[in-house]
């Protein structure tokens, strides 16, 4: 079968592998074009453009930024997407997910949204999980595919149940982060074993898995090797600031997250992990 996949940066390209892993007929397409060189060497069919990509497969699945960069791609040049099914992954807001939608029926095409938890390391692994939105036949038929990013492929509900839940998930991210960042910058200020720190929160109800992940990055103040840009990071909340205050919940505590990954972008961290955000909570002297 064909497949076309566009989108090929951090996660777009080990989920691209994935797929020509289990013998999938890979059309690939990337604004930069050398970030398709790896999976060209792999057999992976490369266009210079999204139309020539998509015109055979009647599966698209895109990877990209937001939805500025899936309307760039998709829509800025006539795609006749009839017959055709797009599954879109990225992390954008359950309203941006309905005009993506609305713009594929339009031109009798069919939309399945499907953002996925998890970074590069379980892309590379097919571990992540696959959270997806839209028509309930249309998901049976194509969670064959999914599966090949990740075991765990569920049906969330209509188009903007699946982004909604993921905005909810990734909340987390920042907040649980930015509170772990506090904690160990006093710990360290009062001179007491970090290690001792650790050890006790592992042992507690406190703890949660991603503090030992950023734990080595923040102590080295190394976050060079970005698994998720901070820049994305703070596009999530930006759109979980308006979603959540559409919902009518209070949001004081995101707004805190949002200036505190602001500090970072205008300290040059925008393409560090989003773990560097310790570099505001914690300045160095
Ligand atoms: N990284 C993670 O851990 C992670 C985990 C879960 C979900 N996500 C979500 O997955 C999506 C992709 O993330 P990523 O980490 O793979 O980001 P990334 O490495 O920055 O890749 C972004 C992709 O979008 C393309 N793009 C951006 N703006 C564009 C435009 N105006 N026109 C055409 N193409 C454009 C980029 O093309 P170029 O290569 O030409 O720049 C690249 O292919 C995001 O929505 C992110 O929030 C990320």
Known sequence: MKIAFLGTGLMGEPMAFRLLKANYNLYV???????????????????????????????????????NAISEVLFRDKINFKGKTLIQMSTISPQESLLIKERIENSEGEYLEAPVLGSIQQAEAGELIVMVGGNLESFNKWKKILKNFGQTVLYIGDVGKASSLKLALNQLIPSLLASFAMSLAYVIQKGIDVNTFMEILRKSALYAPTFDKKFPNMIKRDFDKANFPLKHMLKDINLILQEFQNSNINVQMVECIKNILMNAVESNLSDKDYSALYNVIHPMK
Do not use: C, G, W
């Open 29 to 67: 397409y990337n604004r930069t074009l050398s970030k398709t060189e790896r999976l060209k060497k792999h057999q992976a069919k490369v266009f210079s453009s999204p139309e020539e990509a998509v015109k055979e497969p009647s599966i698209i699945i895109t990877m990209l930024t937001d939805y």
